[in-house]
Nanobody, 125 residues
Framework: QVQLVESGGGLVQAGGSLRLSCAAS????????MGWFRQAPGKEREFVAA????????SNADSVKGRFTISRDNAKNTVYLQMNSLKPEDTAVYYC??????????????????WGQGTQVTVSS
């Protein structure tokens, strides 16, 4: 069982930055691909970024490339999402997710095993 707790959300003006954190419980954090997803009101949950358990390579959605960076610290059981140049369309609830030894398709939310409760990010224009 893995518990995920997100933090770092808030209200920011367009062009600003936020850093989200996701702290995981358990002793096998380095066996999980960690992902960030987001869901805006009236929209489906969408992939934002992920960092693979094996090798640590990362992938980002096209909508956030060049602006968001995902990273992980296995010693702290924590994954981060650094968000720069924020836009009003980035407004959503952001969720952290963990997929046990997930490779290949890291973009589909249903393939992840555990989820955090979400943190609200609001970007004002």
């Amino acid at each position: 069982q893995v518990q995920l707790v997100e933090s770092g959300g808030g209200l920011v003006q367009a062009g600003g930055s936020l850093r989200l954190s996701c702290a995981a419980s358990g002793r096998t954090f380095n066996s999980y691909t960690m992902g960030w997803f987001r869901q805006a009101p009236g929209k489906e949950r969408e992939f934002v970024a992920a960092v693979r358990w094996s090798g640590g390579s990362t992938s980002n959605a096209d909508s956030v490339k060049g602006r968001f960076t995902i990273s992980r610290d296995n010693a702290k059981n924590t994954v981060y999402l650094q968000m720069n140049s924020l836009k009003p369309e980035d407004t959503a609830v952001y969720y952290c997710a963990a997929g046990f030894r997930l490779n290949g398709n890291i973009y589909t939310s249903s393939l992840y095993n555990y989820w955090g409760q979400g943190t609200q990010v609001t970007v004002s224009s």
